[in-house]
């Protein structure tokens, strides 16, 4: 088998991958390519994104076996066709035939119920990931804002900070701040996800656990974002606007809930690893959020 025709096997797929797939053929370009992601831009201008197992489960991800030969060669532009049974890149097949279906919503009711409880535990969390942060996280929104005589905040954290206190007023019910703060959130920063994006994500899953109604706020969030940012972003955003979130954020949420805190910080450090700081900068929105909530 040349270079260039490769055949792989998927381990798993996110059920809203699988609920999208066309019937019986579609055509789409890959996005862009990485070391162990590439992303298509299917004909109906959704994305998924096909990983390394490493990478594990996500809303958008194909879950690869193995990385197949061929995937350096891949160029963004290529074409891609793909059906229920199989995806071909280029010169890389994907069989996607026995792929075990993952879920990407977490038990959100289970969640919610234990909301309080939950939440609470978030807290001292807070605290460790402060500690643990990269270097230019919006984790340093955790701390209370600056006094006069210290040293000022970058504009891009200021913006940050001003943002978020406007998710807050707008979760207390002006939906005008809503959209004023997603407005100053959204697209900020660098990269495919910009770190705004990613508080963004943040805030929306507390929502999911905090608000009886989390669709309607977080409705307005991915309204706000439109066209403010990148195409990925705004597919996690709009991924998370649905309660969908990657695997290291289930088990973060699980061992908020029942887990040891052993559990928990592994949990948070796993959420942490992702990216260079889009992890942390949506633990950030997430914490920040939950801090909010409990001392209302």
């Excluded at 789409?28 to 299917?42: A, D, E, K, T, Y």
């Excluded at 990407?104 to 969390?125: I, T």
């Excluded at 088990?251 to 942390?280: I, M, P």
């Amino acid at each position: 088998m040349s270079e260039m025709s490769a055949c792989v096997a998927a381990r798993s797929m996110s059920r809203s991958v699988v609920a999208q797939m066309p019937r019986p053929l579609a055509v789409g370009r890959l996005h862009s390519v990485f070391r162990r992601v590439c992303i298509i831009r299917c004909d109906n201008d959704s994305l998924v994104a096909v990983v390394a197992l490493e990478v594990g489960n996500g809303p958008l991800n194909v879950v690869l076996e193995r990385m197949p030969a061929g995937w350096q060669n891949l160029q963004p532009g290529t074409a891609v066709r793909f059906d229920e049974k199989r995806m071909r890149i280029g010169g890389v097949s994907v069989s996607l035939d026995g792929a075990l279906i993952w879920e990407p919503c977490p038990n959100w009711g289970r969640l919610r119920a234990g909301a309080v409880q939950l939440l609470r535990r978030a807290e001292p969390l807070a605290n460790w990931a402060q500690e643990h942060a990269p270097g230019g996280s919006l984790l340093s929104l955790l701390r209370e804002p600056l006094r006069a005589d210290e040293v000022a905040e970058s504009v891009f954290h200021a913006r940050a900070r001003a943002g978020a206190e406007a998710m807050w007023a707008g979760w207390l019910g002006d939906e005008a701040r809503v959209r004023a703060g997603t407005a100053q959130l959204a697209g900020l920063g660098g990269g495919l996800t910009p770190g705004g994006d990613d508080f963004l994500l943040g805030v929306m899953l507390c929502a999911w656990i905090a608000r009886e109604n989390p669709v309607s706020y977080c409705r307005l969030v991915v309204d706000a974002a439109a066209g403010r940012t990148t195409t990925l972003s705004a597919a996690f955003l709009g991924a998370a606007a649905s309660g969908e979130c990657g695997a290291a954020w289930h088990r973060l949420l699980e061992a908020l809930e029942r887990g040891s805190d052993d559990q928990l910080t592994a949990a948070a450090a796993a959420v942490l690893s992702y990216g260079h700081t889009s992890g942390a900068d949506a633990l950030a929105g997430f914490l920040w959020m939950a801090r909010r909530v409990l001392e209302e």
